[in-house]
């Protein structure tokens, strides 16, 4: 069993990379987040380089030896200080308290890490994890009307702001 209070975001670390690829080569979930339509578009090699070029991109960790899943922070317009927030978990840490302690925590490390005043995200309208960025005080701005094509059916997308 596990605490959330025991998780730790850190830099990318090769030990990670297995259960990192699994997590990243599920194409449901994938379509979930907006990230493929087809097994053909995910290729971890190239996609972990773009992470590793990312002004932002963590792994979540949990007692120091399993890893929770991973955030990202994209698009980073340096003088609007905002960009575009993503969160990943595996299954079994997702409805625990897991992302909401993950992104309290990465609010704080964005802040001082590269002095971010806003947070944005895009998410698929569908996703479970709306409940958490409204909890989590994230504002709706808008709804792209069938935005995302994941292969069988069209998408609405939300976004959502939340200045930190």
Same mark, same amino acid.
């Given at each position: 069993?596990?605490?959330? &209070? ?5 830099? #990318? +670390? ?6 990192? %690829? &699994? ?7 994938? $379509?979930?987040? =907006? *990230? ?24 979540? @960790? ?12 994209? %698009?980073? #317009?340096?003088?609007? /200080? +905002? *960009? ?10 997702? !409805? +625990?308290?897991? *992302? ?5 925590? &990465?609010?704080? %490390? =964005? $802040? ?5 005043? $806003?947070? =944005?995200?895009?998410? /698929?309208? %569908? !996703? ?23 292969? !069988?059916?069209?998408? !609405?997308? @939300? @976004? ?5």
């Amino acid at each position: 069993m596990y605490s959330v &209070t025991d998780i730790k975001l850190r830099r #990318h +670390s090769r030990v990670f990379e297995p259960e990192l %690829d &699994t997590l990243y080569s599920n194409l449901e979930l994938q $379509k979930l987040l =907006l *990230g493929a339509i087809a097994a053909s578009d995910l290729n971890f090699k190239s996609w972990l380089l773009r992470r590793k070029s990312d002004p932002y991109f963590r792994q979540i @960790i949990v007692n120091e030896k399993e890893l929770v899943g991973y955030v990202q922070f994209v %698009d980073f #317009h340096k003088n609007n /200080r +905002s *960009g575009y927030l993503g969160i990943c978990l595996r299954e079994k840490f997702r !409805n +625990s308290g897991f *992302g909401t302690q993950t992104l309290n925590l &990465t609010f704080v %490390d =964005l $802040k001082k890490q590269l002095g971010v005043r $806003k947070v =944005l995200l895009k998410v /698929r309208k %569908d !996703n479970p994890a709306v409940f958490l960025y409204e909890k989590l005080g994230f504002d709706c701005v808008g709804e792209l009307k069938n935005e995302y094509y994941d292969g !069988n059916k069209y998408w !609405n997308v @939300i @976004i959502y702001e939340k200045f930190i």
